[in-house]
């Protein structure tokens, strides 16, 4: 695998939603339950806000 590949298959894995996984060791792991779910998500996102006292809505 050449460079250029391999970035292509991180920044996949990383920027597309519809992927449930994550890497591991340059393998696709299926993720936990707890972490597809959106309210967690959401919950984590306004933690994160509340932490560093900005607020991040587009």
């Known amino acids: ?3 250029s590949q391999g970035a ?3 920044l996949v894995a990383a920027l597309d939603p519809s ?3 994550f890497l591991v060791e340059n393998q696709t792991a299926e993720a936990k339950r707890y972490a597809t779910i959106e309210a967690n ?3 984590l996102w306004k933690l994160g806000e509340k932490l560093v006292g900005e607020n991040f809505d587009p």
Do not use: C, F, P
């Open 41 to 43: 998500a959401e919950a």
């Open 8 to 10: 292509a298959y991180v």
């Open 19 to 21: 992927i449930r996984a």
């Open 1 to 3: 695998m050449i460079l």
